[in-house]
């Protein structure tokens, strides 16, 4: 899961029990059980999904190690080292019982189709920009709505491409998911202590400074998403737009659909003509930009 901008850069993460961060580690166990844990229980990024998506995935059943695969394959695929990609390899074919060779086999398909994308998305990134915020390529099998597939690719841009901090604070910018919002500013207080002169930050590090394991399952997948390198033209307003006006647009046709929903059970006439015009309103509101 090393991006391809940090190749050389090697990390771990610390996956304390019961969500414990380190404080509260050293307050339960004591420094030196501390100092002990540090230095045995380190996890690689790719160990840490490792662990995450086989609780997430049923792997005695064959849809759950076809999802677990296609998971760790894509993040796999991302090592650049080939020693490293085989020790994760047949760690995977142990926990599912599929062939290593099979697993490899579906591993060179995938690096291969990686790099082809990312040399298309560079001859036209706008395009591109486009396609990754309408079907952005994750690391999980999930289901995502368009509002989560915005919110983490614009977390990718914070992470990545420091002009992008421009947009978010010109605009006092807020993302709309609770865990998003928590997360955004862990990283602005992060990036406010550690960013370098050119305002980067690096994003390994700061995943290796989570200690709450769903920001860390965040970062983590959002490292592993397949997008071009640069900014495309237009892409920060495009994301802006998605998450903050479209977002609110689409929390207020759900509210406006359940006031439909009670009116239609008092059979309110009146009430439900009233609430499917404002509902016309707002559906042209969120066309007008597409």
């Given amino acids: 899961m090393i991006h391809e901008q940090r190749p050389r850069i090697s990390i771990n993460v610390l996956a304390f029990e019961q969500n414990l961060d380190p404080d509260e580690f050293i307050q339960k166990y004591g420094g030196d059980k501390y100092l002990q844990f540090v230095g045995t229980q380190r996890l690689t ?7 995450y998506y086989s609780k ?3 792997l005695q059943t064959d849809k759950g ?3 677990y695969i296609q998971v760790m394959i894509q993040a796999i695929a991302k090592i650049s080292q080939p020693v490293d990609r085989d020790i994760y390899i047949s760690e995977i074919a142990k926990d599912t019982g599929v062939s290593k060779e099979t697993l490899l086999q579906q591993l060179s ?3 291969g189709k990686s790099e082809d994308n990312h040399s298309s998305a560079n001859q036209n990134f706008r395009d591109s920009s486009q396609s990754a915020i309408s079907d952005p390529t994750f690391s999980t099998t999930k289901k995502r709505t368009q509002l989560e597939k915005s919110e983490l690719l614009l977390l990718y841009r914070l992470l990545y491409n420091s002009e992008a901090w421009m947009y978010v604070t010109n605009a006092d ?14 990283l602005s207080d992060y990036r406010e202590k550690y960013r370098d002169e050119d305002g980067n930050i690096d994003a390994s590090d700061f995943l290796q400074s989570l200690t709450g394991a769903q920001e860390q399952q965040i970062v983590a997948e959002v490292m592993t998403l397949e997008v071009a390198p640069d900014l495309g033209e237009g892409e920060m307003e495009d994301l802006l737009y998605n998450i903050q006006v479209k977002g609110s647009l689409k929390e207020q046709m759900s509210a406006i659909d359940d ?3 009670q009116a239609q059970a008092l ?3 009146a009430q439900i003509g009233i609430l499917t015009k404002q509902k016309i309103d707002l559906l042209k509101q969120m066309k007008q930009r597409q």
């Fill in 65 to 67: 190690k076809i999802d």
């Fill in 56 to 58: 997430e995935y049923a």
């Fill in 267 to 269: 059979a309110d006439f």
């Fill in 259 to 261: 006031e439909i929903r």
């Fill in 173 to 186: 910018f807020h993302f709309r998911t609770s865990e998003m919002e928590s997360l955004y500013m862990i």
């Fill in 109 to 111: 398909a995938v690096a």
């Fill in 45 to 51: 990024p790719i160990h840490f999904m490792r662990n």
